[in-house]
């Protein structure tokens, strides 16, 4: 019963330390789609191709300081270049020419705001930088109506889990180091 008490301890020491200490997180994610027409007008098998390729290089120069400090600046944020940085995930599902760009902020309006921006810069440096087609944005960023994070369930879970394995490790220990003589045979054992 002791094991069990620990476990709810534990649960809801960690959920209230996750509930009342850690700030939610929000994130927006807007879509660009990375393709080059040749011709302007008709996309064939070549230029798909490049399009995985820029997709790429897309993803190191978006998070290069000349994009960065101009999202900062359009934005007016007040953090520095690698904080944004640190805000921002760019993710390239497998076999497509989309990148998805999210934003991860603890205001859901900034969140937005961050991925709608970065993707607009984008469009217009990348192509003038690589001597590409501008990429099209295929999705804008929508504010988040509910938090990424913390997950109250999974640290209520890990709590628990913690609380039951700590009391069991010092039953462990407990008896690994009681030297007690209870019976007639551990007198026998120990002298």
Do not use: W
């Not at 609380?163 to 180091?177: K, M």
Request: glycine share 4%; net charge negative.
């Amino acid at each position: 019963h002791y094991i069990i008490l620990c476990l709810l301890a534990g649960a809801v020491l960690l959920n209230a330390f996750s509930f009342f200490c850690i700030q939610p997180t929000y994130q927006a994610t807007a879509k660009m789609y990375v393709v080059s027409a040749s011709n302007d007008s008709v996309v064939d098998l070549t230029d798909l191709n490049i399009g995985t390729s820029l997709t790429s290089d897309y993803e190191q120069l978006m998070l290069s300081y000349p994009v960065l400090d101009q999202v900062i600046s359009d934005l007016g944020l007040d953090m520095e270049t690698e904080d944004l940085a640190g805000m921002i995930t760019l993710e390239n599902p497998q076999d497509t020419r989309i990148l998805n760009v999210t934003a991860t902020s603890t205001d859901p309006v900034e969140a937005m705001n961050i991925a709608n921006k970065l993707t607009e810069i984008s469009v217009e440096y990348l192509p003038e930088t690589m001597s590409t087609n501008p990429p099209n944005i295929a999705q804008q960023a929508q504010l988040p109506e509910e938090k990424a994070a913390p997950s109250y369930a999974r640290y209520t879970l890990m709590g628990a889990l913690l609380g039951a394995v700590l009391y069991c490790a010092f039953l462990t220990v407990r008896y690994l180091l009681d030297d007690t003589i209870r019976t007639a045979e551990d007198m026998e054992k120990y002298f």
